[in-house]
């Protein structure tokens, strides 16, 4: 039964990355204005990580380098959560847009937390790649 709970929680934690990486294709233009400014490049970084993310959650739906590809994801998450909600929460403007801030980096920030837990158990004898 383990192996049920493991294999529901892998679709459903791998399958929207692939959609949230198909949306940064989708809408690549508007979403480059969340790139930080001192950043160069704008979209490119967008279709990038739309990129980063497909690879990443095909990598866990099928279970090929996965313990990498977490890893990676991880990074990934916690560098948007210093680089781009972080600021969010600390510029906002008032109380009302720090609270609409914060779910963005709560939510990338355990997201991550799960990315490297998932990394975890790739590296245990209790998983098989």
């Known amino acids: ?7 529901i929680g892998r679709i459903i934690y791998g399958l929207p990355f692939i959609i949230f990486g198909i949306f940064h294709f ?3 233009a508007d979403m480059a204005g969340y ?4 950043i160069p490049g704008g979209a490119f970084w967008v279709y990038l990580t739309g990129a980063a993310l497909i690879a990443a959650g095909i990598s866990i739906l099928i279970q090929k380098m996965t313990r990498l590809a ?5 990074v990934m998450l ?6 781009i909600h972080l600021p969010a929460v600390i510029n906002a403007a008032d109380m009302q ?3 609409q801030a914060m779910p963005s ?3 990338d920030l355990a997201l991550a937390g ?3 837990f998932m990394a975890g158990n790739y590296g245990s004898e209790s998983v098989t790649e």
Request: charged share 5%; with cysteine.
């Open 97 to 99: 847009a720090m609270q």
């Open 105 to 107: 980096l709560l939510k």
């Open 114 to 116: 799960a990315a490297w």
């Open 1 to 7: 039964m383990n192996n049920v709970w493991h294999t």
């Open 78 to 83: 916690l560098i948007f959560v210093l680089t």
């Open 35 to 38: 790139v930080p400014g001192f």
């Open 70 to 74: 977490c890893i990676l994801l991880g």
């Open 26 to 28: 989708l809408n690549g």
